[in-house]
């Protein structure tokens, strides 16, 4: 089955301090979706991006996916940032099922 | 407010306890699904629904048992059979199969005594 794996695992960055969070995987995809799980465990929805760029205020996200990536950037870091980011694909047929990559940890210091 | 409501937030058991987690949708989704987080770890699925009356196991549906009588519906069911039930259980829906986006619920969080 398709592979996601997400880099880096962990990250801790100063508050106002960039970030870009990256997520590979193995197959052609028909979704990729963005989440953001809060220090309560619910996971937000960021983006719905299978391919080009969008962006929401401070945070942006690029899918290429004819080289099988997608990138989350963040700026101007806030606290309220810290979380776990994960990225999920699915390849689109009848048998197939989301994936999710492990994650990556984000801490951001006051 | 259109959503996914996720019932008990929190629940203990005894071992050996059969429990039932809820998962009510009025988003007017076909798709719902089940998965399990353990502390530190990615999500894995238990159990997904394409359309009312179906469901289908995921990659660890051992343990585990689900009904979709109803559309809003898609409770899961943890039995005495599952070897380590403890965890963060998380419903979500799609407005179809393999098409559109993931919204989830806040989850449930199970302590097995």
């Known amino acids: 089955g398709i592979q996601v794996e997400q880099s880096p695992p962990d990250l801790i960055l100063q508050e106002g301090a960039n970030s870009t969070l990256r997520c590979n995987f193995s197959d052609s995809v028909n979704n990729l979706q963005w989440f953001h799980q809060n220090p309560w465990g619910q996971l937000i929805n960021l983006f719905y991006?299978?391919?080009g760029t969008k962006q929401n205020g401070r945070l942006s996200a690029t899918t290429v996916a004819t080289e099988r990536y997608s990138l989350l950037y963040i700026s101007s870091s806030q606290t309220t940032d810290s979380g776990v980011y994960f990225c999920a694909v699915e390849r689109g047929s009848s048998a197939s099922k989301i994936i999710f990559g492990s994650g990556t940890r984000l801490s951001i210091r006051p | 407010d259109g959503g996914i409501t996720q019932s008990p937030k929190y629940l203990f058991r005894k071992e050996g306890q059969n429990v039932t987690l809820s998962c009510e949708q009025n988003?007017?989704?076909?798709?719902m699904y089940w998965y399990r987080q353990d502390p530190g770890q990615g999500l894995r699925l238990i159990y997904y629904?394409?359309?009312?009356?179906d469901f289908q196991k995921g990659d660890i549906a051992e343990g585990y048992s689900v009904s979709r009588e109803k559309k809003e519906s898609f409770p899961l069911t943890v039995t005495s059979a599952q070897k380590n039930p403890t965890a963060f259980y998380l419903c979500?829906?799609?407005?179809?199969w393999g098409t559109g986006e993931l919204f989830f619920g806040e989850g449930s969080r199970l302590t097995v005594l």
């Open positions: 991006i299978p391919s």
């Open positions: 979500a829906s799609s407005i179809s």
């Open positions: 629904s394409q359309i009312v009356n």
């Open positions: 988003l007017n989704h076909d798709a």
